[in-house]
T-cell receptor
Framework: DGGITQSPKYLFRKEGQNVTLSCEQN?????MYWYRQDPGQGLRLIYY???????QKGDIAEGYSVSREKKESFPLTVTSAQKNPTAFYLCASSFSLAGLTGELFFGEGSRLTVL | AQSVTQLDSHVSVSEGTPVLLRCNYS??????LFWYVQHPNKGLQLLLK??????LVKGINGFEAEFKKSETSFHLTKPSAHMSDAAEYFC?????????????FGSGTQLTVLP
């Protein structure tokens, strides 16, 4: 089945540690996205990529980094510079960035807790 | 500029009764509007979308929404709630000619379905 796979589902981190969240898609989509979700808030865009080897900052990129070396993969690193990293992180993809049809396909998320 | 307001953070209904989830939007441009659903600890799934065609939009699982430009609203309805409808629902707005980069998510409405 085609879809988006995020791992790990749950992750605990000590303060000062970097962690990397994995996102893999087999939908042959060009565009990929990382969102952060906090209780009682809508999704906020961290980074997005519309093509391999290219990515752009979203609305809350500080303290995060990404790479896009392969079309299928868009890992997110939460660095120690992120002041409040405890959140639910969602990866999504779409056929393209432009000409929006509205449908983003989401993974099941990764819940990060900082101890 | 654009924004979206979901008027209720929580809605409770009894199984078999109608569902109404309210969404108002503000947009400087002709908007596209979407409703997504999120079950606990899962990613979001597209329910339906309005992209300047018919103002009454039908989606999956018996949901529908009506675009009312004069009221700047896009309320989600379902005639008869089912237990499996219990989830969080997000209203989303973007410019009709925009990209996925320009999506704005509402803060969500948690729907509880009582037996």
């Amino acid at each position: 089945d085609g879809g988006i796979t995020q791992s790990p589902k749950y992750l605990f981190r000590k303060e000062g540690q970097n962690v990397t969240l994995s996102c893999e898609q087999n939908l042959n989509h060009d565009a990929m996205y990382w969102y952060r979700q906090d209780p009682g808030q809508g999704l906020r865009l961290i980074y997005y990529s519309q093509i391999v080897n290219d990515f752009q900052k979203g609305d809350i990129a500080e303290g995060y980094s990404v790479s896009r070396e392969k079309k299928e993969s868009f890992p997110l690193t939460v660095t120690s510079a992120q002041k409040n990293p405890t959140a639910f992180y969602l990866c999504a993809s779409s056929f393209s960035l432009a000409g929006l049809t509205g449908e983003l396909f989401f993974g099941e998320g990764s819940r990060l807790t900082v101890l | 500029a654009q924004s979206v307001t979901q008027l209720d953070s929580h809605v409770s209904v009894s199984e078999g009764t109608p569902v109404l989830l309210r969404c108002n939007y503000s947009s400087s441009y002709s908007p596209s509007l979407f409703w997504y659903v999120q079950h606990p600890n899962k990613g979001l799934q597209l329910l339906l979308k309005y992209t300047s065609a018919a103002t009454l939009v039908k989606g999956i699982n018996g949901f529908e929404a009506e675009f009312k430009k004069s009221e700047t609203s896009f309320h989600l309805t379902k005639p008869s709630a089912h237990m499996s409808d219990a989830a969080e629902y997000f209203c989303v707005v973007s410019p009709s000619s925009g990209s996925a980069r320009q999506l704005t998510f509402g803060s969500g409405t948690q729907l509880t379905v009582l037996p």
